[in-house]
Protein backbone atom coordinates (compact mmCIF):
# COMPACT_ATOMS: atom_id res chain seq x y z
CA UNK A 1 0.00 0.00 0.00
CA UNK A 2 3.13 2.36 0.85
CA UNK A 3 4.32 1.80 -2.13
CA UNK A 4 1.47 1.98 -4.29
CA UNK A 5 0.26 5.40 -2.92
CA UNK A 6 3.93 6.75 -3.01
CA UNK A 7 4.22 5.80 -6.66
CA UNK A 8 1.02 7.47 -7.62
CA UNK A 9 1.94 10.36 -5.45
CA UNK A 10 5.49 10.64 -7.80
CA UNK A 11 3.36 9.94 -11.04
CA UNK A 12 1.59 13.38 -9.97
CA UNK A 13 4.65 15.17 -9.08
CA UNK A 14 6.66 14.60 -12.53
CA UNK A 15 3.71 15.47 -14.62
CA UNK A 16 3.77 18.96 -13.26
CA UNK A 17 7.46 19.41 -14.35
CA UNK A 18 8.53 22.13 -16.32
CA UNK A 19 11.90 22.30 -17.63
CA UNK A 20 11.88 26.45 -18.04
CA UNK A 21 11.19 26.44 -14.46
CA UNK A 22 13.97 23.96 -13.42
CA UNK A 23 16.24 25.85 -15.43
CA UNK A 24 15.26 29.33 -13.75
CA UNK A 25 15.25 27.28 -10.19
CA UNK A 26 18.51 25.71 -10.94
CA UNK A 27 20.27 29.34 -11.01
CA UNK A 28 17.91 30.67 -8.62
CA UNK A 29 19.00 28.50 -5.80
CA UNK A 30 22.51 28.64 -6.61
CA UNK A 31 23.22 24.60 -7.50
CA UNK A 32 26.40 25.62 -9.41
CA UNK A 33 30.05 24.24 -8.63
CA UNK A 34 30.82 25.51 -5.20
CA UNK A 35 27.47 27.26 -4.51
CA UNK A 36 25.74 26.25 -1.79
CA UNK A 37 23.13 24.29 -3.62
CA UNK A 38 25.78 22.57 -5.36
CA UNK A 39 24.50 19.27 -7.28
CA UNK A 40 20.53 19.85 -6.55
CA UNK A 41 18.30 18.84 -9.36
CA UNK A 42 14.72 20.55 -9.65
CA UNK A 43 11.26 19.34 -12.00
CA UNK A 44 10.09 22.97 -12.04
CA UNK A 45 7.39 23.07 -9.53
CA UNK A 46 6.20 26.07 -7.89
CA UNK A 47 5.50 25.77 -4.28
CA UNK A 48 1.76 26.61 -4.50
CA UNK A 49 1.22 23.21 -6.69
CA UNK A 50 3.42 21.37 -4.38
CA UNK A 51 1.21 23.34 -1.53
CA UNK A 52 -1.96 21.17 -3.03
CA UNK A 53 -0.21 18.14 -3.80
CA UNK A 54 0.94 18.00 0.11
CA UNK A 55 -3.35 18.57 1.24
CA UNK A 56 -4.78 16.64 -1.04
CA UNK A 57 -1.80 13.47 -0.22
CA UNK A 58 -1.84 14.38 3.81
CA UNK A 59 -2.70 10.62 4.87
CA UNK A 60 0.44 9.10 3.04
CA UNK A 61 2.20 7.09 5.92
CA UNK A 62 5.07 8.17 7.71
CA UNK A 63 7.60 6.20 6.17
CA UNK A 64 6.82 6.86 2.91
CA UNK A 65 7.01 10.58 3.16
CA UNK A 66 10.39 10.19 4.70
CA UNK A 67 11.42 8.33 1.85
CA UNK A 68 10.38 11.09 -0.40
CA UNK A 69 12.33 13.50 1.93
CA UNK A 70 15.62 11.39 0.68
CA UNK A 71 15.00 12.04 -2.72
CA UNK A 72 17.46 13.62 -5.49
CA UNK A 73 14.72 15.69 -7.09
CA UNK A 74 14.30 19.24 -4.99
CA UNK A 75 10.74 19.31 -4.79
CA UNK A 76 10.08 15.80 -3.46
CA UNK A 77 11.99 16.79 -0.28
CA UNK A 78 10.13 19.93 -0.19
CA UNK A 79 6.65 18.07 -0.91
CA UNK A 80 7.82 15.81 1.82
CA UNK A 81 8.36 18.24 4.47
CA UNK A 82 4.35 20.18 3.11
CA UNK A 83 3.52 16.92 4.42
CA UNK A 84 5.12 16.48 7.76
CA UNK A 85 3.78 19.85 8.25
CA UNK A 86 0.51 18.80 7.52
CA UNK A 87 0.90 16.04 9.61
CA UNK A 88 2.02 17.42 12.97
CA UNK A 89 -0.38 20.06 12.68
CA UNK A 90 -3.25 17.20 12.62
CA UNK A 91 -1.20 14.43 14.83
CA UNK A 92 -1.84 13.63 18.29
CA UNK A 93 0.81 14.06 21.29
CA UNK A 94 2.58 10.67 20.14
CA UNK A 95 2.76 11.17 16.57
CA UNK A 96 4.10 15.11 16.96
CA UNK A 97 6.81 12.96 18.80
CA UNK A 98 7.58 10.84 16.14
CA UNK A 99 7.86 13.33 13.63
CA UNK A 100 9.63 15.77 15.70
CA UNK A 101 12.56 12.82 15.96
CA UNK A 102 12.69 11.91 12.51
CA UNK A 103 12.27 15.34 11.31
CA UNK A 104 15.87 16.16 12.94
CA UNK A 105 17.01 12.03 12.59
CA UNK A 106 16.58 13.42 9.14
CA UNK A 107 17.73 16.64 9.01
CA UNK A 108 20.35 16.57 6.54
CA UNK A 109 18.02 16.03 3.55
CA UNK A 110 17.12 19.64 4.52
CA UNK A 111 18.93 21.18 2.73
CA UNK A 112 18.38 24.38 1.06
CA UNK A 113 16.94 27.76 2.76
CA UNK A 114 13.53 27.36 1.45
CA UNK A 115 13.74 23.56 2.96
CA UNK A 116 14.13 25.19 6.36
CA UNK A 117 11.66 27.78 6.16
CA UNK A 118 9.06 25.96 5.24
CA UNK A 119 9.14 23.40 7.99
CA UNK A 120 11.83 24.42 10.89
CA UNK A 121 9.29 26.88 12.70
CA UNK A 122 6.32 24.17 12.02
CA UNK A 123 7.56 20.99 13.45
CA UNK A 124 10.61 21.59 15.43
CA UNK A 125 9.42 25.22 17.08
CA UNK A 126 5.83 24.13 17.56
CA UNK A 127 7.32 21.00 19.69
CA UNK A 128 9.95 22.33 21.83
CA UNK A 129 10.15 24.25 24.78
CA UNK A 130 11.62 28.04 24.11
CA UNK A 131 12.54 27.46 28.14
CA UNK A 132 14.96 24.88 27.13
CA UNK A 133 17.74 26.21 24.29
CA UNK A 134 20.18 22.96 24.63
CA UNK A 135 18.58 21.74 21.05
CA UNK A 136 19.15 25.08 18.98
CA UNK A 137 22.17 25.85 20.68
CA UNK A 138 23.62 22.21 19.41
CA UNK A 139 22.30 23.09 16.23
CA UNK A 140 23.63 26.81 16.07
CA UNK A 141 27.08 25.57 16.49
CA UNK A 142 26.70 22.66 13.68
CA UNK A 143 29.07 22.89 10.77
CA UNK A 144 25.92 22.58 8.85
CA UNK A 145 24.58 25.72 7.35
CA UNK A 146 21.02 24.10 6.99
CA UNK A 147 21.15 23.06 10.79
CA UNK A 148 22.42 26.54 11.75
CA UNK A 149 19.62 28.03 10.13
CA UNK A 150 17.25 25.34 11.49
CA UNK A 151 18.18 27.09 15.04
CA UNK A 152 17.64 30.13 14.09
CA UNK A 153 14.65 29.61 12.45
CA UNK A 154 12.99 27.91 14.76
CA UNK A 155 12.32 30.41 16.78
CA UNK A 156 10.04 32.59 14.52
CA UNK A 157 7.40 30.01 15.70
CA UNK A 158 8.33 31.59 19.42
CA UNK A 159 8.14 35.29 18.04
CA UNK A 160 5.06 35.46 16.41
CA UNK A 161 3.75 34.42 19.91
CA UNK A 162 5.66 37.38 21.25
CA UNK A 163 8.35 35.50 22.86
CA UNK A 164 11.63 36.84 22.03
CA UNK A 165 14.10 35.27 24.11
CA UNK A 166 15.01 32.13 22.09
CA UNK A 167 15.56 34.22 19.14
CA UNK A 168 17.53 36.64 20.35
CA UNK A 169 19.87 33.98 22.47
CA UNK A 170 20.31 32.15 18.85
CA UNK A 171 20.86 35.23 17.35
CA UNK A 172 23.59 36.06 19.47
CA UNK A 173 25.42 32.45 19.30
CA UNK A 174 25.42 32.99 15.35
CA UNK A 175 26.24 36.80 15.51
CA UNK A 176 29.64 36.46 13.65
CA UNK A 177 28.58 33.19 11.08
CA UNK A 178 30.28 34.03 8.30
CA UNK A 179 27.68 32.33 5.75
CA UNK A 180 25.28 35.23 4.16
CA UNK A 181 22.34 32.57 4.57
CA UNK A 182 22.67 32.67 8.19
CA UNK A 183 23.50 36.58 8.26
CA UNK A 184 19.92 37.18 6.52
CA UNK A 185 18.51 34.69 8.31
CA UNK A 186 19.27 36.18 11.78
CA UNK A 187 19.14 39.77 10.91
CA UNK A 188 15.89 38.79 9.93
CA UNK A 189 14.24 37.33 12.99
CA UNK A 190 16.06 40.44 14.55
CA UNK A 191 13.35 42.57 12.38
CA UNK A 192 10.45 40.48 13.27
CA UNK A 193 11.12 40.70 16.84
CA UNK A 194 11.74 44.82 16.26
CA UNK A 195 8.12 44.48 14.02
CA UNK A 196 6.61 43.50 17.64
CA UNK A 197 9.62 44.89 19.87
CA UNK A 198 11.55 47.86 18.76
CA UNK A 199 13.20 48.30 21.98
CA UNK A 200 13.82 44.86 22.34
CA UNK A 201 15.43 44.43 19.57
CA UNK A 202 17.56 47.54 19.92
CA UNK A 203 18.96 46.79 23.25
CA UNK A 204 19.89 43.62 21.39
CA UNK A 205 21.55 45.47 18.73
CA UNK A 206 23.30 48.46 20.13
CA UNK A 207 25.66 46.70 22.32
CA UNK A 208 26.67 44.27 19.24
CA UNK A 209 25.76 46.26 15.89
CA UNK A 210 29.17 47.25 14.91
CA UNK A 211 30.72 44.02 15.22
CA UNK A 212 27.98 42.38 13.02
CA UNK A 213 28.00 41.68 9.67
CA UNK A 214 26.77 44.25 7.47
CA UNK A 215 23.91 41.94 5.52
CA UNK A 216 22.96 41.07 9.48
CA UNK A 217 22.58 44.61 9.91
CA UNK A 218 20.96 45.71 6.86
CA UNK A 219 18.14 42.95 7.15
CA UNK A 220 17.66 43.85 11.06
CA UNK A 221 17.11 47.43 10.48
CA UNK A 222 15.38 47.33 7.24
CA UNK A 223 12.24 48.46 8.91
CA UNK A 224 13.18 51.06 11.31
CA UNK A 225 12.53 54.87 10.27
CA UNK A 226 14.75 56.09 8.08
CA UNK A 227 17.18 58.47 10.41
CA UNK A 228 17.37 55.67 12.91
CA UNK A 229 18.22 52.80 10.03
CA UNK A 230 20.66 55.28 8.70
CA UNK A 231 22.46 55.54 11.96
CA UNK A 232 22.86 52.29 12.36
CA UNK A 233 24.90 51.78 9.04
CA UNK A 234 27.05 54.79 9.68
CA UNK A 235 27.60 53.27 12.91
CA UNK A 236 26.08 56.78 14.77
CA UNK A 237 23.10 54.23 16.66
Do not use: C
Request: aromatic share 8%; net charge positive.
Amino acid sequence: MRGSALSALRREVHVLADPQVAAFLQRFFKTGLGEYGEGDRFLGIRVPALRRLARGHRSLPLDAVLELLGSAWHEERLLALLLLVEQYRRGSVEARETIHQAYLAHARFVNNWDLVDASAEHIVGAHVDPGDPALLMQMARSNSVWERRIAIMVTFHWIKKGEFRPALRIADLLLNDPHDLIQKAVGWMLREVGKRDLEQEEAFLVPRYRSMPRTMLRYAVERFPEPRRKQYLRGEA
